[in-house]
């Protein structure tokens, strides 16, 4: 495609429900990235992807994230049992290699009440 | 490891007179560093970066960035400021360690631009 697209753009959640966020890359793009961005802050490295293997997870917050990629193309992050500390914008990147220049996808608006 | 300290949280500055945001950074190797701006309800784009080559680089929109490794600073200018450059700018540096190419993120700087 044209860029990196996320669905859903917004979603709102209650404390204690799974949500599954979803990252399409650009087509082509063998790496990738999910960072969250907490309201006024910087953005936090969560996991990358080579592929279809994750081999740096040491971002994820919690054993309640997890995140795997298919096909070499689309990447869903999961975040089971949410906590409102979970609420932030979660956005994904893609680069044509791993060292390559990352694109930025417009971010999930994760709000969990 | 690595970290970016961006010095103001906030920047406001008047139409037709010239930006500065500052920048801040540690690392362990020869890095590579970045800015991003972030508009409101928009992606993330990359403003410009430094990879090693010549220390002073320019970017899209009339940006240039300063590479001082004396000073561990990557300052962000432009001459003159236009209300369309109210933003949020972020100093990035790359970690090529496990994680590809992870990138560090600044805590942002927010630029306010009046008439």
């Known amino acids: 495609g044209a860029g990196v697209s996320q669905s859903p753009s917004n979603k709102v959640t209650e404390k204690g429900k799974d949500v599954e966020l979803r990252c399409d890359p650009i087509?082509?793009?063998?790496?990738l990235y999910w960072y969250r961005q907490r309201l006024g802050q910087g953005l936090e490295f969560l996991i990358y992807?080579?592929?279809?293997?994750?081999?740096?997870k040491s971002g994820l917050p919690s054993d309640r994230f997890s995140a795997e990629r298919t096909g070499e193309s689309v990447s869903t992050l999961t975040i089971q049992r949410t906590q409102q500390e979970d609420s932030a914008v979660y956005l994904c990147a893609s680069s044509q290699t791993s060292i390559g220049e990352q694109f930025f996808g417009p971010g999930t608006r994760l709000t969990v009440l | 490891a690595q970290s970016v300290t961006q010095l103001d949280s906030h920047v406001s500055v008047s139409e037709g007179t010239p930006v500065l945001l500052r920048c801040n950074y540690s690392?362990?190797?020869?890095?590579?560093l970045f800015w991003y701006v972030q508009h409101p309800n928009k992606g993330l784009q990359l403003l410009l970066k430094?990879?090693?080559?010549?220390?002073l680089v320019k970017g899209i929109n009339g940006f240039e960035a300063e590479f001082k490794k004396s000073e561990t600073s990557f300052h962000l200018t432009k001459p003159s400021a236009h209300m369309s450059d109210a933003a949020e700018y972020f100093c990035v540096v790359s970690d090529r360690g496990n994680a590809g190419n992870m990138l560090t993120f600044g805590g942002g700087t927010r630029l306010m631009v009046k008439p």
């Open positions: 992807f080579q592929g279809n293997s994750a081999p740096d």
């Open positions: 087509s082509g793009h063998t790496a």
């Open positions: 430094y990879t090693s080559a010549a220390t």
């Open positions: 690392s362990s190797y020869s890095p590579s």
